[in-house]
């Protein structure tokens, strides 16, 4: 994040990176504001925001063009329960929109809500069962 820049300049930013027309990355930043319920901090610029508000605005810039896949890398550090519960319910709209996100994390829980977990130990694959290195790299 730009410390200097605010919410709405981070989702303007990043739409144009995204070559969102105008009018389509406002669509989608009032509803990321509002699915994730950051909208009052619009205007702040992103050194004045709190850990969990700074990671709201990474996964609403993340979502913001609405990708085939999403890689996401410790997503919901900082979320408080209801982001958190927020987060898997976009995870499932996603899911059902036919789209794949990809979650990096070094714990898991909530493993019913996955539907693959694999262990990365030294550049070897596993399934998370335990039963043995898939060899894979």
Not at 37 to 44: E, H, K, L, N
Request: hydrophobic fraction near 40%.
């Amino acid at each position: 994040m730009y410390g200097r820049l605010t919410c709405d300049e981070h989702f303007e930013l990043f739409g144009h990176a995204y070559g969102l027309p105008a009018v389509l990355e406002r669509e989608h930043r009032r509803e990321l504001y509002d699915t994730l319920g950051f909208a009052r901090y619009a205007t702040t610029p992103a050194d004045q925001l709190s850990g969990g508000t700074l990671a709201k605005l990474n996964l609403g810039l993340a979502l913001l063009a609405d990708l085939e896949l999403l890689l996401l890398d410790e997503p919901y550090a900082g979320f408080d329960w209801d982001t958190y519960q927020k987060f898997w319910k976009l995870v499932a709209q996603r899911r059902t929109a036919g789209r794949t996100v990809l979650i990096i994390s070094h714990f898991v829980t909530d493993a019913d809500r996955f539907d693959r977990i694999v262990e990365v130990r030294d550049g070897l694959t596993a399934p998370l069962s335990g039963t043995g290195w898939a060899g894979e790299s």
